[in-house]
């Protein structure tokens, strides 16, 4: 077990809730004790309510070599300590809670390739600043046959089928059962929509601290494909799961607090009512957009999203170039309102604490050199954007990103030595794993040449 004084480092909050009293109070039974790898892939041991005043103390074993962390089988047990700030009881199996854990390797103290733990400490240094960083994640979603292969609504078939209300009252079952639970849970879920695919949806909550955002979002995810399940279908957040159709985005809307309530991002003597300070975060977002893309599009399909040619809708709702507007949704940041902008770069498949974290990284690092946001383009990008000449594009495949990342010294320190390699060595073998698959397009376009 790590010393006192690491634990209490990555403990989040003050909440020092006794989950074995929260297991006698609230009937649980079992705890999923989770954390979520490099990959985005959630992981989980289930743990009897007997035992987890121990694993509270001690955290529960995994063996990290087995998911996608750069590990080795050699290396010592790596320890899942539960942040009992976190624990939700889950709404549709009440004797089982789900809680977040923090990462710790046995001797040796936090992890600090895990991704909460990167995200508790880029926390950590904006409140050294006074400040607290607040968002709001878009988590749009497909809801598939069971096999993944296609709408599972075969009446959805509308051109423009955004916002169809007879489209997601055909699927009001699932929708309404997991709006109903985010309720339960607290969350203040304020609307859901049919989006802009055919078999689309997404749901919205209140916006909450980076942490809390990237729990509940990590917890969305899991609740929704286990609704979609029971249900028979489902549900993916892959950003491209159907070609021709939009993709799966997940737009964050960004603001910063001081300590005593006010929003940092607000003025309303300044352009677009976003203060100085607004200013140079939205500056260091956009300084390190193409490296940031390897985080925020973490897959080979995500480029499939933001390098996509128009849609059967009319249009990709994703952008492709680094600009900025006013509300404006053809590009990559929107400022729709004072004091906040809405970053819509995210697809689907970003891992919910590294989306918070380098957005945390970039903010922090436009902060401290003061950086400029550049030029605001308020045309259409989508008929227009050949005249934007001088904004950098956005990565066109998961390599470039990679190497953007790479070449990125400032952000890669922001978000941490260890992590940085960690996440460049295991993208890049993903990377080389795709390139070594043959698929059927080169069989049907180069067989015969």
Same mark, same amino acid.
């Given at each position: /077990?790590?010393? &006192?004084? *690491?634990?209490?480092? %990555?403990? $989040?909050?003050?909440? /020092?809730?006794?989950? &074995?009293? +929260? &297991?006698?109070?609230?009937? %649980?039974?079992? +705890? /999923?004790?989770?954390?979520?790898?490099? +990959?985005?892939? $959630?992981? !989980?041991?289930? *743990?009897? !309510?007997? !035992?987890? &005043?121990? /694993?509270?103390k001690d955290g529960a074993g995994f063996a990290g070599f087995a998911t996608w962390l750069d590990l080795t089988p050699a290396h010592p047990d790596m320890m899942a300590l539960p942040d009992p700030s976190a624990v939700i009881q889950l709404p549709w199996k009440k004797d089982v809670a789900w809680v977040a854990s923090n990462c710790i390797m046995s001797g040796n103290g936090a992890l600090d390739q895990a991704p909460r733990n990167v995200l508790a400490r880029l926390v950590a240094e904006a409140a050294e600043l006074g400040l607290d960083i607040k968002t709001g994640v878009e988590p749009e979603f497909f809801l598939l046959s069971p096999e993944g292969t296609s709408v599972a609504d075969t009446a959805d078939t509308a051109v423009k089928p955004c916002y169809d209300q007879q489209a997601v009252m055909r699927r009001y079952d699932v929708i309404a059962e997991i709006c109903d639970y985010m309720l339960e849970l607290g969350w203040e879920a304020y609307q859901n929509d049919h989006e802009d695919a055919n078999g689309q949806f997404e749901m919205n909550w209140k916006y909450d601290s980076a942490m809390a955002t990237a729990d509940k979002h990590s917890f969305f995810k899991f609740m929704t494909r286990s609704v979609a399940e029971k249900h028979g279908l489902r549900a993916t957040f892959m950003p491209k799961p159907i070609m021709g159709l939009t993709g799966n985005g997940c737009h964050a809307h960004i603001s910063v607090w001081t300590k005593d309530g006010k929003n940092a991002f607000a003025d309303d003597s300044k352009e677009l009512s976003l203060s100085d300070q607004g200013r140079h975060f939205l500056g260091g977002i956009m300084k390190h957009a193409s490296a940031l893309a390897a985080i925020t599009n973490p897959t080979v399909n995500s480029y499939k999203r933001i390098n996509a040619p128009r849609t059967t809708s009319g249009a990709t709702w994703a952008p492709n170039s680094v600009t900025w507007t006013g509300n404006n949704r053809t590009h990559m940041v929107r400022v729709p309102g004072p004091g906040r902008f809405e970053l819509r770069l995210p697809d689907g498949a970003v891992n919910p604490y590294l989306l918070q974290a380098v957005i945390i990284a970039a903010g922090l690092s436009g902060l401290k050199c003061k950086a400029d946001p550049g030029k605001r383009w308020d045309i259409d990008m989508y008929a227009e954007g050949h005249k934007v000449t001088d904004a950098p594009k956005l990565p066109l495949n998961l390599l470039d990103a990679i190497r953007a990342y790479d070449a990125d010294e400032g952000l890669k320190e922001a978000m941490g030595k260890e992590f940085s390699a960690a996440y460049i060595k295991l993208k890049t073998q993903e990377w080389n794993s795709y390139t070594s698959h043959l698929t059927q397009w080169e069989r049907d376009n180069t067989l015969d040449i």
């Open positions: /077990m790590p010393p &006192a004084p *690491v634990l209490n480092e %990555i403990q $989040q909050g003050t909440d /020092m809730t006794d989950l &074995a009293e +929260f &297991a006698r109070e609230k009937g %649980i039974k079992y +705890f /999923m004790i989770s954390y979520t790898d490099l +990959f985005g892939g $959630q992981r !989980a041991k289930l *743990v009897p !309510a007997q !035992a987890i &005043a121990d /694993m509270q």
